[in-house]
């Protein structure tokens, strides 16, 4: 049940919706990519991505300094379906501006 809630409570938050709907669109991304898309602070940014990976929807993968975010596979079909939603939704969500100077 508490693994259930924390997965509701992860998507109870417009911006949080926003974020998983542009990973879904644009695949993985690293976090400075999402930085810039959605013109917000790293702390914020990544306390959404804490959220939403403690909730079972995002993984993340270290390269050097850098941290790559992408939708957790396989889902179960509760956030499969949720996700599914999500895209439907007519929500608007920034173009990917690319951040990272390599």
């Known amino acids: 049940m508490e693994l259930f809630l924390q997965t509701v409570g992860s998507i109870y938050d417009e911006t949080r919706v926003k974020i998983l709907k542009f990973i879904n669109k644009n695949g993985e991304l690293c976090v400075c990519d999402i930085e810039n898309s959605f013109e917000m602070i790293q702390s914020r940014i990544s306390r959404h991505l804490k959220i939403l990976k403690d909730g079972g929807f995002l993984k993340v993968e270290r390269r050097g300094t850098w941290a790559y975010y992408s939708i957790r596979s ?6 499969l379906s949720v996700l599914k939603e999500i895209d439907l939704l ?3 969500i920034p173009k990917l501006k690319k951040g990272c100077a390599l």
Not at 74 to 79: H, I, T, Y
Request: charged content about 55%; proline content about 11%; overall charge negative.
């Open 74 to 79: 396989p889902l179960d079909e509760f956030r």
């Open 90 to 92: 007519d929500i608007e």
